[in-house]
């Protein structure tokens, strides 16, 4: 009865708040008060906007320059480092003479999320037009921080894109109303990440604007990768942009009920606050590189190469609503048919590894080819992942991605040698023991541990954090949110498609698909990294231990696995295994007849320790295959 009337209680919630739109003339009175107590402080009095100089900018200048409609011509960086691509965001920000357009699908309130607000802050107030578009549901949950914003500065505008019961922030309560009230709507999100810096250059991939996508969370942090491209398709980025600027799902920020209600509340705020850095010497190392030509060239520029085909692609806003029209998917329709036409090879990246329908339709038509092309998937472990209940998935189907997909599946372990390099470059650390630092308000070295920060935001609001399952062994831990793909070493894809049923149905997604040899032979090189030994564990058919028993065994797990629900038996047919310390051993994969001597088991969900999330992903594989759609 009690449960009865809280659904009740939430439908009623969500019937009231679907037609609570803000009417025009609140709408009208918080525009008024925007406009009479807006900053309007210039910096910067000269045509250029007081521009700092940037190669970056200058090599796609010069791709943009030399291009032609017959023959374009861009400048390609791959940003698989974190703290490069940092400083080039904030060089290219620094850099910018007209305008910036920034497209994010999470944008916090920690120490990454204000120094990027402030660097935007600060080019809005040189004279440069500057434009973020947020995902709601994951940006910006204060409120407070949006009504200061919303009169930051005259040049700099925010919108939400698709508000839930048209707010800034969305409580439990109307979460809940609003999966059950609009599910379609609720669901869809928008989930690409984009900069495009004077319509020359612009950056794309799978980083938000976080700590973790950029080595500075204490407790886990993301191997991830973006794409930076100076020429002709980053003009096609800023028409993207402008698709779902415009779009109606696109909310100012006096169209949402808690910020209006602030700014009429407050006709006179405070001045902007400006950042306040748990950790400050961090963020002035990284200014300090965007300022320093030596360093770029270095550490981005010398990486970079000319390619003439390069194109941006993004499904259009609100996908769903169009669910039948090819064009509303246009990103995911593009990739399903470049994987069809794969002959040799296709090695994909991808943090969550559960397949729509059409890429299984796909991936079994390539498996029955003959000769069929290699698959090689690198992905999530258990231990590595903070999606516990998308990994029980890919687990549940671990036999049929190895027998009818024909996938060679690597784990990422949650303490990748390869994610080391990164983490330490992009930290202060220690002379003593190496524990990155920062200097405290005495003046003294104050280190830090992993497990303490707490994340304060700009009014002092504590952002959400999706913690990982507990590990048996200690250290810094990682996980892959990466999304690539190298097919028949022709081209690349980096991008924010995720190769999931929510990216294929639901999420807009975006990439830049560069047709380039040198840059698929660059990207596939840096993902067959992450499924090196040191790296990952592959997945391969466990080996019987009692030959009659574990045949039983498997029989008894592949009817299991079939089920929908009560998929409870708990040995499978394929586990982890990791390679012996033997010089006789060299890296081999599970088809290889000396694998089962040169590799040993360790365990369905090695380093894991036994805790609710482990319990979880049981109960998902057992009971969780009905929301598969949506993971």
Known sequence: MHIRCSLLLILLLAALLQGCALNREKIRQADAVVAASVDRQVTCSRDDHCA?????????????????????????????????????????????????????????????????????????????????????????????????????????????????????????????????????????????????????????????????????????????????????????????????????????????????????RNPSPQPWPGPHYAYPARVASAQAEAEDPDWLNEHVLSNSLYASKVEYFSDLPAKTEQPTKRQAREFTAHLMQLVNHAKKEVVLQTPYLVMSRRAEKIFKFLHRENPAPQIIVSTNSLASTDAFAVYALSYKHRKSFLNKYGFTIYELKPRAELATDAYLQANVEDEEDGAPSVPGASGKRRIRYPGTEQHLGLFGSQGSRNRPAPLTSPGRRFGLHAKSLVIDDDLGMVGSHNFDPRSDRYNTESGVIVYDQRFAQILRDSVLEATEPKNAWVIAPRKPVIPVLGQISQVIGDLSARLPLFDIWPFRYATSYEMKADPDCPPMQPGNPDFTRCYTAVGDFPDVAISPKLIYTRLFVAFGAGVKGVL
């Open 52 to 264: 700092t100089p940037s190669p970056l900018l200058d090599a796609a200048s010069k791709a943009m320059a030399d291009s032609t409609p017959e023959h374009p011509q861009h400048v390609v960086t791959l940003l698989d480092d974190s703290e490069a691509s940092l400083v080039a965001r904030i060089n290219l920000i620094r850099a910018a003479k007209t305008s910036i357009d920034v497209q994010t699908y999470i944008w916090d309130e920690d120490d990454l999320g204000q120094l990027a607000l402030n660097e935007l802050i600060d080019a809005a107030r040189r004279g440069v037009n500057v434009r973020i578009l947020a995902d709601q549901l994951f940006s910006f949950e204060d409120a407070a921080l949006l009504a200061q914003l919303a009169r930051a500065s005259p040049n700099l505008q925010v919108r939400l894109y698709n508000p839930t019961f048209h707010s800034a922030r969305t409580p439990p309560l109307e979460f809940a109303a609003g999966i059950l009230c609009c599910f379609m709507k609720f669901n869809q999100r928008m989930h690409n990440k984009v900069l495009v810096v004077d319509d020359t250059i612009g950056i794309t991939g799978g980083r938000n604007y976080q700590n973790r996508y950029f080595n500075w969370d204490d407790d886990f942090d993301y191997v991830d990768r973006d794409v930076m491209v100076g020429g002709p398709a980053v003009q096609e980025m800023g028409r993207n942009f402008d698709l779902f600027w415009h779009h109606k799902r696109a909310v100012p920020l006096t169209h949402l009920h808690d910020v209006n209600r602030l700014i009429l």
